[in-house]
């Protein structure tokens, strides 16, 4: 049975503990879902434990082997 928002935000912790315990929730407004309360074990289940930006980065190819340098020649005068 979905949560009203009003009902939702009166027992925020009530909602906390039936996600983990019964799963997602779903919280309506105006008798539409707009959004679902889940666990953050369900959460990371659904995303695929997706890297975070860091660590993509970090696990990208080995760019050593490439010879890349910057022309000096180049620059652009700036008056300051």
Same mark, same amino acid.
């Given at each position: 049975?979905?949560?009203?928002? /009003? @009902?939702?935000? &009166? +027992?925020? #912790? &009530?909602? =906390? +503990? /039936?996600?983990?315990?019964?799963?997602? &929730?779903?919280? *309506?407004?105006?008798? @539409? *879902?707009? =959004?679902?309360?889940?666990?953050? !074990?369900?959460?990371?289940?659904? *995303? !695929? !434990?997706?890297? $975070?930006? *860091?660590?993509?980065?970090?696990?990208?190819?080995?760019? #050593?082997?490439? $010879?890349?340098?910057?022309? !000096? %020649?180049? &620059?652009? %005068?700036?008056?300051?």
């Amino acid at each position: 049975m979905p949560w009203q928002l /009003q @009902e939702a935000k &009166q +027992k925020f #912790s &009530q909602l =906390v +503990k /039936q996600a983990i315990s019964e799963g997602p &929730q779903a919280v *309506t407004r105006h008798g @539409e *879902t707009v =959004v679902v309360v889940m666990s953050a !074990g369900d959460y990371r289940r659904l *995303t !695929g !434990g997706k890297p $975070d930006f *860091t660590e993509f980065l970090l696990t990208g190819p080995d760019l #050593s082997s490439l $010879d890349i340098q910057r022309l !000096g %020649d180049h &620059q652009r %005068d700036i008056e300051l």
